[in-house]
T-cell receptor, first 115, second 114 residues
């Protein structure tokens, strides 16, 4: 079946530090890949997405590149801010198979950015 | 913008009670989902629905049922609440009409069963 593995947290960084959160996946077919963010006390919001190999998703200074050869979708940001403190989820959506378009999530990585 | 609204942010229920969690979306999405979120486990799919009156079991359906009588509304039912169902519950919706499969989430309901 489909699965997503992401690095365990919590990750604690100083403001303006470089961020990488690793994400690898296992899937049949050609999934779409997503990063969602959850701020304290809120639901999940889509941060960025990529729908095919070599696509780069980007939003709010965050980037991730769909690497089919390494089955990875690592999240990066060059300079984090305190306001980026949240939980980040990597997810995949399989194509139209018997499972429809279900999302499969990783376990989440908590990021804390300090001044 | 898509809006997914869950009826309650916080609920406290007693063991054995029948609990209804309601979710409404306003973008005519055909797909709706219920997840539960627990620390260290991420999001796990309970049930989903492709269309009105259609439902499919997710990864952890035991102890839950769902109802979708109208396209915009998807209800999660705990037939007899137990303490191990204390969790954050997230509703989501999606569509394939734009050729994408991203999901839009509600704000979550934190359920405590005592």
């Amino acid at each position: 079946g489909n699965s997503v593995t992401q690095m365990e947290g919590p990750v604690t960084l100083s403001e303006e530090a470089f961020l990488t959160i690793n994400c690898t996946y296992t899937a049949t077919g050609y999934p779409s890949l997503f990063w969602y963010v959850q701020y304290p006390g809120e639901g999940l919001q889509l941060l960025l997405k990529a729908t095919k190999a070599d696509d780069k998703g980007s939003n709010k200074g965050f980037e991730a590149t769909y690497r089919k050869e390494t089955t990875s979708f690592h999240l990066e940001k060059g300079s984090v801010q305190v306001s980026d403190s949240a939980v980040y989820f990597c997810a995949l959506s399989a194509g139209l198979t018997g499972g429809g378009n279900k999302l499969t999530f990783g376990t989440g990585t908590q990021l804390k950015v300090e001044l | 913008d898509v809006k997914v609204t869950q009826s309650s942010r916080y609920l406290v229920k007693r063991t054995g009670e029948k609990v209804f969690l309601e979710c409404v979306q306003d973008m005519d999405h055909e797909n709706m989902f219920w997840y539960r979120q627990d620390p260290g486990l991420g999001l796990r799919l309970i049930y989903f629905s492709y269309d009105v009156k259609m439902k499919e079991k997710g990864d952890i359906p035991e102890g839950y049922s769902v109802s979708r009588e109208k396209k915009e509304r998807f209800s999660l039912i705990l037939e007899s609440a137990s303490t191990n169902q204390t969790s954050m519950y997230l509703c989501a919706s999606s569509t394939l009409r734009q050729g994408t499969t991203e999901a839009f989430f509600g704000q979550g309901t934190r359920l405590t069963v005592v």
